[in-house]
């Protein structure tokens, strides 16, 4: 018989329940109000940073499986707010950019989430911020180089 997971003071479900938390208020208020899924403002967030990504540069990026970073650009591209442009020495690979609409949306939304972010994690001091980053980039490095092998 499998010891049950002790929710209270499992460090991963707490994890989970954080991102659980985040992003409700977009699904619910955002994504309704501008047709958009939370993966594909996952995926204009990596696009406005590092504009001509790729999709395996988005899931890298974002931690998405490839079929979803798929459907979120697909779903982008629908609407209007990237375009893709073929990778002229890989014609299977496409750069990914954001159109006027999907920058004037970006910056929209991104205002609010710069809000969220900062509501967040206002009762965290710099060096808790610091530290908290530090623990997440290990986080990070660890499941990356698991899934690696």
Partial sequence: MHKPLPVD???????V??????ARPFQQDVG???QLSLNEWRAMVVVASHP????TDIAEATGLDKMS???AVSGLVKMGRVTLENDPQDQRRSHVFLTPAG?????QIGARATQREAQLFSGLSAAELKTMGGTLD???????AAEAK
């Fill in 9 to 15: 003071t499992s460090l991963f479900f707490k994890l």
């Fill in 17 to 22: 329940r954080v991102v659980n938390l985040t």
């Fill in 32 to 34: 309704k109000a501008h």
């Fill in 52 to 55: 001509g990504s790729a999709a």
């Fill in 69 to 71: 970073v798929s459907r």
């Fill in 103 to 107: 920058k004037k949306l970006f910056a």
């Fill in 138 to 144: 290990k986080l990070i490095d660890a499941l990356v």
